[in-house]
């Protein structure tokens, strides 16, 4: 290995450890730190070509996990180390060959680095009091990042029966944002039916078209943990006068507000005053409005305020047309028996269809088979049989609940009894071990507990386990009857 590469990678890996979130609590620091430095400690650097860094990873997961939870910090460190312009590449370790020195890996694109649309100094109308929760501290230059992807623009939207109306009232909003009588604009549909993807092209539109106007993307997960902190910090005011300083503001799984009273406090007064100043919300969600538990009425009511539009799974012709335009762009055609094929068979969603896609095309890079209608029947029925095999929450839960002898309404009920509490620690620490579920989707499955109550169950029956013989031997029994 190149060891000016690696004195580079050492030095990104420092810089990136230094700007960790610092929490108040020093045992949340060190946790923090723990988990990047085991993070990390797998991934190496394998080249620098052109300006193209290329990342050795153990595999997919290690490569989205860092691009959705440090890609900024990441950027900020190669910009700091590389300067401007840096591409980011992963080279992804898979299935090592019996008797081989080397394993095999297959080279993937990482997102942009820098990430697109970054304002690089304070909008008009910002105060230089006021906090920016997106900041990473020990970086001086005030960064307004709309954290939107290049993806996602109108371009590479594919529009049918199933998102045209959605689709032409975004575009509508794009063209003149908090003007319309759509605000906020309340995307709802299924898993991966495009939602983020529309939200984010009025984002990207809205900031090709008015250069000066403040977009900002971001998940409801991110929002509820930057009003954890401000709240901790007492800066809640500080806080919802940056989100009043927005001209539109996108926010991902809205419905993740459930149940968090004080969060949902906040997002009002920030809602009231962006809509009063005319400045656009656009909104998605798994749910209908009306259809999404716990939230306070005078939220709901003000979802209703501008339009709320489906977005259902793609037909046939929807779907044909996305298979064409992605392939297209990886510069890849296929007969037309091969797309009728692969249109048919993926039928729930996009990103099931794009899974599908990436999947064949690994295949045939990695094993140097060309493509044909036999290969893709292969690889459709191999997932297929994956997705048998699948472990997901609800899983858990009856595997957990049957081994215990308890029943699954006790299991999600508030009770603190040890013969209940132990049983639902241990199926939310199962739940992330073995699934991609976050903190807060396995405490919104666990009966709407708040994503600390998760981290807290899974730490403690970490330790616990190391210590007490009978949490050891159910963790054991549980991870076997759980795989089987």
Not at 77 to 96: C, D, H, I, P, T
Not at 196 to 205: D, K, N, R
Not at 315 to 343: E, H, N, W
């Amino acid at each position: 290995m190149d060891e000016n590469l690696m004195m580079i990678w050492r030095k990104c890996l420092q810089f990136m450890r230094d700007n960790l979130n610092a929490a108040e609590d020093n045992s949340d620091l060190k946790k923090l730190e723990k988990s990047f430095d085991m993070l990390f400690d797998k991934v190496q650097p394998l080249s620098l070509v052109a300006n193209n860094l290329t990342l050795i990873v153990p595999s997919d997961f290690y490569k989205e996990y860092i691009e959705d939870n440090y890609l900024s910090l990441l950027s900020a460190a190669l910009k700091k180390n590389l300067g401007k312009g840096v591409k980011l590449w992963y080279s992804v370790m898979e299935n090592r060959p019996t008797g081989e020195e080397k394993p095999m890996t297959m080279n993937m694109k990482g997102k942009s680095v820098p990430t697109p649309k970054m304002q690089e100094t304070m909008p008009q109308g910002f105060s230089a009091n006021i906090v920016n929760p997106f900041v990473l501290p020990g970086i001086r230059k005030v960064n307004i990042d709309s954290n939107l992807k290049s993806d996602y623009s109108f371009d590479n939207y594919i529009e049918g029966e199933s998102n045209k109306f959605a689709a032409t009232v975004a575009r509508s909003i794009a063209k003149r944002p908090g003007a319309t009588a759509f605000n906020p604009l309340f995307l709802h549909g299924g898993y991966g039916v495009g939602k983020t993807h529309l939200g984010q092209a009025v984002g990207l539109e809205v900031k090709s078209q008015f250069p000066d106007k403040v977009v900002l993307y971001l998940s409801s997960e991110k929002f509820i943990q930057q009003f954890i902190s401000a709240a901790k910090a007492h800066k809640q005011t500080e806080f919802a006068n940056f989100y009043q300083m927005v001209d539109v503001l996108i926010i991902d799984d809205i419905q993740f507000l459930s149940g968090k009273s004080a969060t949902q406090d906040s997002f009002f007064h920030i809602f009231d005053h962006l809509h009063q100043n005319g400045k656009q919300i656009i909104l998605t969600s798994d749910k209908a409005p009306a259809d999404i538990m716990d939230i306070q009425e005078r939220i709901v009511s003000r979802f209703k305020w501008g339009l709320s539009a489906e977005i259902k799974s793609p037909d046939l012709s929807t779907r044909r047309q996305i298979i064409v335009d992605k392939l297209s762009r990886d510069g890849i055609v296929l007969p037309g028996d091969m797309l009728d094929f692969l249109a048919a068979e993926a039928k729930t969603n996009v990103r099931e269809l794009i899974g599908v896609i990436n999947s064949v095309i690994a295949y045939s890079t990695v094993y140097k088979t060309d493509l044909s209608l036999e290969l893709l029947k292969d690889t459709i029925n191999k997932i297929a049989a994956n997705q048998k095999k699948v472990i997901n929450i609800p899983y858990i839960q009856e595997v957990v609940c049957d081994y215990f002898g308890i029943k699954k309404e006790q299991l999600l009920s508030k009770t603190r009894k040890r013969e209940i509490a132990l049983p639902r620690q241990l199926a939310m620490y199962f739940s992330k071990e073995l699934t991609n579920a976050t903190f807060t989707k396995i405490g919104e499955e666990m009966g709407g507990k708040d994503h600390s109550t998760v981290m807290y169950a899974c730490d403690t029956i970490k330790d616990v386990s190391k210590i007490d013989k009978e949490v050891k031997k159910y963790v054991k029994d549980l991870a076997e009857r759980i795989k089987k």
